[in-house]
T-cell receptor, first 112, second 117 residues
Framework: GDSVTQMEGPVTLSEEAFLTINCTYTATGYPSLFWYVQYPGEGLQLLLKATKADDKGSNKGFEATYRKETTSFHLEKGSVQVSDSAVYFCALSDQGYSTLTFGKGTMLLVSP | SAVISQKPSRDICQRGTSLTIQCQVDSQVTMMFWYRQQPGQSLTLIATANQGSEATYESGFVIDKFPISRPNLTFSTLTVSNMSPEDSSIYLC??????????????FGPGTRLTVL
């Protein structure tokens, strides 16, 4: 079955540091890939997505590229802010299906 | 994006009681989903709720424990029945974006934080 593997957290960074959160996946078809963010005490928000190989999703300075050859969708940001502190979830939706398969989430803590 | 609200936002309940969580969407959507997020864990899909048909439950979840209603295209409820402390979780509803916002894209409600004593 489908699965998503994320790096374990927490990831602790200083403000303006470079961020990478690794995500790899296993799927039978050609999935769509997503990053969701959950700020403390809130629900999930879609951060970015990519629907086919080599697509790059981007939003709020975050980027992730759909790499079919390595089955990866790593999240990056060049300069993190304290307000980026949250839990980040990588997820996939297999072709033709609406349900999402989530990774376990990675907590990001950014200090001033 | 679709705007989704949930009621209640949080509740503290006694063991053995039941709680019904409401999910309201600002537009008509075909597919709605209910997830559970246990403390420190990822999201687990409970069931898919389509209007006019029985909900489809994932492995490990049964209708007697988590009955779902979907009376129209903008509303759904999830009931957590005969609760135990193990049911303490955040319960989230989500909707598929559909033709308006994109298939295979989901939007989530703010969640209902349930604590069972």
């Amino acid at each position: 079955g489908d699965s998503v593997t994320q790096m374990e957290g927490p990831v602790t960074l200083s403000e303006e540091a470079f961020l990478t959160i690794n995500c790899t996946y296993t799927a039978t078809g050609y999935p769509s890939l997503f990053w969701y963010v959950q700020y403390p005490g809130e629900g999930l928000q879609l951060l970015l997505k990519a629907t086919k190989a080599d697509d790059k999703g981007s939003n709020k300075g975050f980027e992730a590229t759909y790499r079919k050859e390595t089955t990866s969708f790593h999240l990056e940001k060049g300069s993190v802010q304290v307000s980026d502190s949250a839990v980040y979830f990588c997820a996939l939706s297999d072709q033709g299906y609406s349900t999402l398969t989530f990774g376990k989430g990675t907590m990001l803590l950014v200090s001033p | 994006s679709a705007v989704i609200s949930q009621k209640p936002s949080r509740d503290i309940c006694q063991r053995g009681t039941s709680l019904t969580i409401q999910c309201q969407v600002d537009s008509q959507v075909t597919m709605m989903f209910w997830y559970r997020q246990q403390p420190g864990q990822s999201l687990t899909l409970i069931a898919t709720a389509n209007q006019g048909s029985e909900a489809t439950y994932e492995s490990g979840f049964v209708i007697d424990k988590f009955p779902i209603s979907r009376p129209n295209l903008t509303f759904s409820t999830l009931t957590v029945s005969n609760m135990s402390p193990e049911d303490s979780s955040i319960y989230l509803c989500s909707v598929e974006g559909g033709s308006l916002y994109g298939y295979n894209e989901q939007f989530f409600g703010p969640g209902t934080r349930l604590t069972v004593l």
